[in-house]
């Protein structure tokens, strides 16, 4: 991995650890906790986004974790799943939980695959955690590797909004990602957005599906 910093170190390591292990739940105990949060689950969000797209396009997930995301596009019938995490950790346990996807260790600022070689690249909570000044490294990385969608869902603020995570600063922020993806390649173009207000707060996270 050819870039390393604050956070990745962090994500290397125990906190990343620590976050696999705090997360390790069945695709239905996933859409119950999506379902309180949101009043709609994480299967029905897919479904609303992807339920069109041929289920044999490649898709790779930049942050797979133990490979949760990925699963559920699995339930989907999605066929050729690939992803990257930078916990090896995660990655082990992702081998001992779920089959035929294909998830190794990687960095966002490094994705070990050739141009365009995906048809759909996503993240999901993943470009959060990365500082404002190296998310432009991050994102060129995943606009590189995709032929034509790009897929999220991140925390949602106006503007870049630094917030403590675990009591730590430096590891969190909250931003308009689908705009800084537009800003930064104008020949992209907004497919579907939806925005995600929590049932208990005023927090809100935004899933948004884009195309080249």
């Known amino acids: 991995m050819s870039r390393e910093t604050k956070q990745t170190k962090k994500w290397m390591g125990d906190l990343g650890r620590k976050y696999a292990e705090r997360n390790a739940f069945t695709l239905d105990e996933s859409n119950e906790k999506y379902k309180e949060k949101y009043g709609i689950n994480k299967t029905e969000l897919n479904e609303l986004f992807l339920k069109n797209l041929n289920k044999n396009i490649r898709i790779l997930e930049v942050g797979s974790g133990i490979g949760k995301q990925?699963?559920?596009?699995?339930?989907?019938?999605?066929?050729?799943?690939?992803?990257i995490e930078i916990n090896n950790y995660a990655v082990e346990v992702s081998k001992i939980r779920i089959k035929d996807i294909n998830i190794i260790q990687g960095t966002a600022f490094d994705i070990p695959f050739k141009n365009e070689y995906f048809d759909l690249v996503f993240t999901s909570g993943?470009?959060?955690?990365?500082?404002?000044?190296?998310?432009?490294?991050?994102?060129?990385?995943?606009?590189?590797?995709?032929k034509k969608y790009i897929w999220g869902l991140e925390?949602?603020?106006?503007?870049?909004?630094?917030?403590?995570?675990?009591?730590?600063?430096?590891?969190?922020?909250?931003?308009?990602?689908?705009?800084?993806?537009?800003d930064l390649f104008p020949s992209l173009k907004m497919i579907r957005m939806k925005k995600l207000k929590y049932l208990n707060s005023d927090n809100i996270d935004i899933m948004f599906l884009l195309e080249k």
């Open 155 to 182: 925390y949602y603020a106006d503007k870049h909004t630094p917030i403590e995570y675990q009591g730590q600063k430096n590891l969190l922020w909250k931003a308009n990602f689908p705009q800084v993806y537009l």
């Open 70 to 83: 990925l699963s559920f596009l699995q339930s989907m019938d999605f066929k050729n799943l690939y992803g």
């Open 126 to 146: 993943m470009l959060i955690h990365i500082a404002p000044p190296d998310l432009k490294n991050a994102l060129q990385e995943i606009f590189r590797c995709t």
